[in-house]
Structure formats: C-alpha cells, structure tokens
C-alpha cells in the first residue's frame, strides 16, 4: 500500500505537513517561523519526512483544465486468482489514473478521467470489456467531490483536491489530435494551459520544491517567464503544490471505500455529515448502485468497526453500505495528470 515509516510522526511533524500541503513551495526559514523552531532545525525535519518518503511535495494539476470533464469509479470482479493479472493490464490504460487490489464490495477498484461521457462509454464497453479475466464491472459516475477531514493527510487527499463538479462536455477522444488536446481545455471554464506550461508542470509534478531557476534551465527558457507562469498556473488553479503523505506515515493500516445508497432528500445532508468525520478524507456524490462514496484510512480495523457501526450506522438517510478494504494500490498517476498527458501530445505528434 505505501512506503513503512521508520519512525513515527509526532506533532512537529504533522504541524509541518499541514502548512507543506497549504502551500509546498514555502521556504524553510517560512515554516520555522510558523512551527516556532530555528530554520536549522526545519531543514532537517524537512529532510527527514522526504528523505523517508513519508512525504513527497509535488504539483496536482486540475484535471479540468486538461479538459476532464467525468471522473468515473469502477468496482470490477474477476475470475478466482486473477487479480493481480488484471490489475496489471488495468494500470496500463491511459486514463486509468488509479488501480487498487482489495476484498469485500468488488474485487478491485479503478478511478479514470475522461473528457465526456461518451469517452466513459467508449471505454467501458470496448477497453474495458477486452480485458481478460473481468467477470463484471459497475461504474459510478463521479457528480461532485470533495477533501473532508482537514487533520487527514492521506492519499484519498491527494485524489481530487480541487473540490468541483464533472459536467459533460463534447470532445471525441477517437479522433484526438495533438492541437485538439492542447484546445480542449480552451472550451469551458476559462481554464487553458500551452506545451511550455505542460513543461513546467511536468517539472513541478515530479519535485514541487525545486528552484524555478532550475525548471527554467531544464526547459530553455528565461527565469522570469518560468517564474511567470508557474505563478499564472497557481494563481488560476490550473495546479496546486501540496504534500502527498503515506497513509501509513500516520500509522493507518487500513485504506477503505465505502459505498452507501443514501435517501435522494438526505444526500447532500449525509455528505455535509459525513465530511466532518476524523479519518474521513474524500467524499463524492456519484450515480449508479450507490450514491455516496466516502474514503478512509485507519489505525486498524477497530477502528473502521468504530465507524461503520457508531459513526456511520446511526446517520439518518444511510439505507445501506459496502465496504471494500484496499490491500495493494497498482497505480495511482493522479500526482502526474500533466506529465501523462503531455506524453498522448507527443504521442500524437509522432
């Protein structure tokens, strides 16, 4: 599931990764100012979380102004002893942005990103369904997420931290050109990135804490437009630097989804509900067998009884849940949406 921390986190560490994933670029000497300690020592707390890979600072590029426009989470069964297989060949999908192995609701789960509806179709009735080894799949069609717990740093943060809706948009990604994905996401929203902005996220993506002098000479551009449009790209939401954290980096053993049918009149009352839970860290309002998905991670599975049963049970409008427990994630490219996009560019381009 993620990286075993040699050691565990105290409270500085926890104040320091709430202020990285407010902003991941922030100074050394801004953070000791904050937490109360020297810069020296900030270094070396810094060092130590990242080091461990505990923490990894990296750029989250909105997926909407790449041109997404539907968020789709599939729970698919397969054939006995073919998890592994399947989830290998689901991984190498391109808009497969998410692979987990787990037991109980599905046997494995998997987010994609689309630019429409349709493109969700396409793939479910032909990508999808020429993967060997899958006896079924039901898709959720993601409507709105959100982050929850603000004291969760979990993986389920990292997933869709711009909170916002996924309408449908005409696009046919059959006959996509390397212009058309530069210009899709011209088309709504205000939202638009060129090749040298995709440059400069890539850059960020994978070190969210290097200089912009070092990007700008990676890329063969001038400081000051580097430094120009990062700002532009920050400022506008196109990306945001956070801190991506092990969810074991806290001691959380188990990393949940649960799928609840809710009464139609108390949707959006149940998610407001549920956001305000402590290991709660995602929920989304989707459409198909269920209409609510809460993400979590937890200490152990006490602890996950503790919400299901006394957290969760006596919320009123639930009517029922599933509950599917991650043993293994196979793939999680959200942290690199840019980078995976601007290879289909180059791709396109050959």
């Known amino acids: 599931m993620a990286e075993k921390a040699d050691f565990e986190l105290d409270s500085l560490d926890l104040r320091m990764l709430r202020e990285l994933r407010l902003d991941g670029r ?106 060997p080894g899958i006896e079924s799949a039901e898709t959720l069609v993601v409507i709105e997420s959100f982050n929850a717990s603000p004291y969760l740093y979990s993986e389920w943060e990292s997933l869709t931290p711009h909170s916002h ?74 990306a945001r630097i956070t801190t991506f954290v092990s969810p074991r980096g806290q001691g959380n053993q188990i990393f949940a989804l649960i799928g609840m049918k809710v009464s139609p009149r108390e949707v959006n009352t149940v998610v407001e509900r549920v956001k305000t839970l402590r290991n709660v860290g995602w929920v989304a309002k989707v459409v198909g067998r269920h209409n609510v998905l809460v993400g979590t991670t937890l200490l152990d599975p006490l602890d996950l009884l503790e919400l299901l049963e006394r957290q969760l049970g006596p919320t009123p409008g639930i009517l029922s849940m599933e509950t599917m427990v991650g043993l293994e994630i196979r793939k999680r490219s959200y942290a690199y949406l840019a980078s995976a996009y601007l290879k289909r560019i180059e791709e396109c381009q050959q």
């Not at 989250?60 to 998890?83: K, W």
């Not at 638009?192 to 960020?204: H, M, N, P, Q, T």
């Open 165 to 238: 809706s996924f309408p449908s948009m005409s696009w046919d990604s059959r006959q996509a050109t390397s212009a058309d994905l530069l210009q899709q996401g011209n088309r709504e929203g205000g939202l638009s990135v060129d090749k040298v902005d995709l440059l400069i996220l890539r850059e960020i993506e994978k070190d969210g804490r290097q200089p912009v002098a070092h990007v700008a000479r990676r890329l063969g551009i001038s400081r000051a437009n580097a430094s120009a449009r990062l700002k532009r790209l920050l400022d506008e939401d196109i």
């Open 26 to 131: 922030q100074p050394a000497s801004h953070l000791a100012d904050k937490l109360g300690i020297s810069r020296t020592y900030a270094c070396e707390r810094l060092d130590r979380l990242l080091s461990a890979r505990i923490a990894r600072v990296g750029a989250f590029t909105n997926a909407v102004a790449l041109g997404y426009r539907a968020l789709a989470v599939t729970a698919i069964q397969v054939a006995q002893g073919e998890s592994s297989g399947v989830a290998d060949r689901l991984r190498a999908l391109p808009n497969v942005i998410v692979v987990i192995i787990g037991v109980g609701w599905q046997d494995i789960l998997i987010w994609s990103l689309f630019p429409d509806q349709s493109g969700l179709y396409d793939f479910m009735t032909r990508e999808l369904a020429g993967v």
